[in-house]
């Protein structure tokens, strides 16, 4: 996406939604700057912090740290958005008391996933691991099952690849993002196996959204 130059594109969606990171001004151009909902992960839920896209800090060629904003505590001035947007964290090891506890003070609605989502992103890539290692879903899978069943439309920007715009790692030994944008394209062809499905009800929702992820809409 980088010299794409779609973030007026983006900006014009009904609904935005951002996941892990917000974009910075350096980055607008490309990304837009518009959000309407931050969907974060554990450290974000935990930390009470929100991660910005920038260059990472390195020290002896390691990751040491990410940008980030505090949005949870008395030096919540600071963060980059604005009231009306909504933050939801993934399912991963923060209950809501925990959650209630540290973003008590923000000045934005904070909720979490759904147990019961969170199952069924991990059942999914539990059945497409093919390894001796569980696959774990990414927090866009997260996002996407959240979601999904929500849109009568979806467009996935930035669900392509395997390299981020601003070197933050996306593969490890639990996460696969290249599985994730093949179980996406399965969805798009119409060609996600029966048994793949954590429920009945995912399958018969999931596919009413018209899913993209660069070319026309596509029935799936």
Same mark, same amino acid.
């Given at each position: 996406? /980088? %010299?794409?130059?779609?973030? #007026?594109?983006?900006? &014009?969606?009904?609904?935005?939604? +951002?996941?892990? +990171? ?11 700057? +518009? ?18 896209? %920038? ?8 990751? +040491? &740290? ?11 001035? *600071?963060?980059? !958005?604005?009231? &009306? ?12 008391? *925990? ?24 059942? !999914? ?7 001796? !290692? ?8 997260? #996002? ?20 981020? #715009? ?10 696969? /993002? ?11 062809? %119409? ?30």
């Amino acid at each position: 996406m /980088v %010299g794409g130059l779609l973030g #007026a594109k983006i900006d &014009d969606h009904d609904t935005i939604i +951002r996941i892990n +990171r917000l974009t910075t001004f350096s980055y607008v151009d490309d990304f837009g700057s +518009r959000t309407d909902i931050m969907f974060g992960n554990h450290y974000e839920a935990k930390t009470g912090t929100v991660t910005l896209m %920038g260059e990472i800090d390195m020290q002896n060629g390691r990751a +040491r &740290d990410y940008p980030s904003a505090d949005c949870s505590s008395k030096h919540r001035a *600071q963060c980059p !958005v604005e009231e &009306d947007v909504v933050f939801v964290f993934k399912d991963d090891g923060s209950s809501s008391k *925990q959650l209630k506890k540290k973003w008590k003070k923000a000045k934005f609605q904070v909720g979490l996933q759904h147990h019961n989502i969170s199952l069924a992103a991990k059942a !999914v890539m539990a059945a497409l691991s093919d390894t001796n !290692v569980t696959l774990k879903p990414s927090t866009g899978m997260h #996002a996407f099952f959240t979601f999904a069943p929500l849109c009568d439309k979806m467009t996935m920007y930035g669900f392509t690849g395997e390299e981020t #715009a601003d070197g933050h790692s996306e593969e490890s030994s639990h996460h696969s /993002v290249s599985t994730e944008h093949s179980f996406y394209r399965m969805i798009i062809a %119409g060609t996600v196996p029966r048994s793949l499905w954590p429920s009945k009800w995912y399958r018969i929702h999931v596919p009413r959204c018209k899913l993209k992820m660069g070319g026309k809409y596509v029935d799936a």
